[in-house]
């Protein structure tokens, strides 16, 4: 099946500097990728579309300028964290896959924490 | 995207089946219904979805009502390490790809 690789599990970084995360597609093409975000206790929000070759689409509310997004290939997209600060720490995942006919394949997840 | 309702929490014997419930009454005629999971600290894990017949893989089974208002999904002996969060999510087919959209779920919690 679909395998989706996110590195890394975890991260601790200091407040102010960036933290990229990335996600593959071990064993398929994925021309769009989707960027959720998940506080504790709560549910996955999306941030935003990554689509190869072109700019991410970013949901209401999320600052593009903040959360980069890069899809340089059709199997990673990653995302940069700027400017860290405590209040970004949130649990990232990314998901890719074959479309609605078949389900989405979601990475392990990113557990970032800014200190 | 229709709207799903499910039960916020649910516990389930070790062994028994975990009957899921999802309601999603607004949905069109078009639209699937998915089901993933959440383990602790995990991403999402795809489990199963239909459009209008019942449908079983190797991990559950998923009953559609004729009218499609509602759903169950089924773990048939569920184990320790069925205990997550479990989505209920309607989604149209074809045309684009489109991002899943998820509410809450229903926290199942599996006890020996």
Known sequence: ?115 | DAKTTQPTSMDCAEGRAANLPCNHSTISGNEYVYWYRQIHSQGPQYIIHGLKNNETNEMASLIITEDRKSSTLILPHATLRDTAVYYCIVRAAGGSQGNLIFGKGTKLSVKP
């Open chain 1, 1 to 115: 099946g679909a395998v989706v690789s996110q590195h890394p599990s975890w991260v601790i970084c200091k407040s102010g500097t960036s933290v990229k995360i990335e996600c593959r597609s071990l064993d398929f093409q994925a021309t769009t990728m989707f960027w959720y975000r998940q506080f504790p206790k709560q549910s996955l929000m999306l941030m935003a579309t990554s689509n190869e070759g072109s700019k991410a689409t970013y949901e209401q509310g999320v600052e593009k300028d903040k959360f980069l997004i890069n899809h340089a290939s059709l199997t990673l997209s990653t995302l940069t964290v700027t400017s860290a600060h405590p209040e970004d720490s949130s649990f990232y995942i990314c998901s890719a896959g074959g479309g609605p006919l078949y389900g989405y394949t979601f990475g392990s997840g990113t557990r970032l924490t800014v200190v």
